[in-house]
């Protein structure tokens, strides 16, 4: 019998019925807006901020720090670590079921027979540039198909989602996945999605992508001593069929004896997370400092939240900067 917890998420963004991982299918989740136990968050509004009397867990995948004096738990890509308080979390995507851990097992003479190499982005405006320069550079080899909003040269993009997104770059031999910032720990979906397409991501980001998943299955371009090095290692297995299919077939995982065994592992580290927090009796749930200074901090934050109706204008305002719109950050 599933435990019942009485929740409400906000602060989402463009994502108001996004649920973590594995929740609705392991609790029974009641969602109370008003009086919850337990309060999801994120870092896209200021929502949270009225809710004082439950149990706070912060839940991002962006290249941000969790602020424990704001919240009890948190599950993030941080490399923070806070006893019993703090999570490192893949992207949401690697709980998918995909037999080997792709979507379509391609025959080698499928995996050559490609397109040269793909491209889909919306953001430029909170990106590094780096991820510019780097499709810049490629595409003096050959063209680089960019199916986003930024940069665009095929005429159409790419629809939003998963399933659209993964069939596009499985065509394709390369697939670059830079992320919009280098910080340690920050790794996405962005290399995620070509591993699951069985494209050959070209990443640069979270310098310890290494740790994140075998070496030997992507181009890191951060080891590289430039750009141009870089592209000419993307060049040799372009034109190297025995050197790209090594690449290309290894097991992306970084440990366990198979995808399954690795994913397995994965889940079970992140029900043991949340039953940490729901098994036990909710008023020992509490870790965040409710009194002394963290109380003094908490109250002039609240009153520096932005009234909902100066929010929205915000964010419209950079709706129409990225044009792409707010939910195509990516």
């Excluded at 019998?1 to 609790?27: G, H, Q, V």
């Excluded at 490399?79 to 490192?88: I, N, T, W």
Aim: net charge neutral; charged share 25%.
């Amino acid at each position: 019998m599933k435990r019942t917890i009485r929740c409400a998420f906000t602060d989402l963004d463009s994502w108001p019925n996004f649920r973590p991982p594995l929740l609705e299918d392991n609790y029974e989740v009641i969602i109370d807006t008003e009086h919850p136990d337990y309060l999801f968050y994120s870092c896209f509004g200021r929502e949270h901020y009225k809710y004082k009397d439950c149990v706070k867990i912060f839940w991002s995948g962006e290249n941000v720090e969790p602020d424990f004096n704001e919240c009890d738990y948190a599950a993030t890509c941080s490399e923070c670590v806070y006893g019993d308080r703090a999570m490192r979390c893949y992207s949401n995507d690697i709980y998918k079921y995909l037999k080997n851990g792709r979507v379509n097992i391609l025959s080698k003479e499928d995996l050559l027979n490609r397109k040269f190499c793909n491209f889909i982005y919306g953001n430029n405006w909170c990106a590094d540039p780096f991820r510019v320069r780097f499709f810049n550079e490629l595409s003096k080899y050959k063209k680089v198909d960019s199916a986003g909003p930024l940069l665009n040269n095929m005429g159409f993009t790419v629809p939003q989602g998963w399933d659209p997104k993964i069939q596009f770059q499985s065509g394709y031999k390369f697939s670059l996945a830079i992320e919009n910032s280098s910080m340690p720990g920050y790794t996405t979906e962005k290399i995620l999605h070509p591993f699951q397409a069985h494209s050959l991501p070209v990443y640069w980001g979270n310098p310890h992508i290494s740790s994140d998943y075998n070496p030997n299955s992507f181009v890191n371009i951060m080891n590289f001593s430039s750009v141009e090095e870089a592209v000419e290692e993307i060049i040799r297995l372009d034109n190297d069929d025995d050197a790209y299919l090594e690449k290309v077939t290894a097991p992306f995982w970084p440990y366990g004896d198979s995808f399954e065994d690795f994913q397995s592992q994965e889940k079970k580290r992140l029900l043991d997370f949340y039953d940490s927090i729901f098994n036990q009796p909710l008023e020992q749930a509490y870790r965040r400092a409710k009194y002394g200074w963290n109380k003094v901090e908490q109250s002039k934050r609240q009153r520096l939240e932005l009234p909902q109706p100066l929010l929205s204008i915000v964010k419209s305002r950079v709706k129409r900067k990225l044009k792409g719109g707010w939910t195509n950050l990516g």
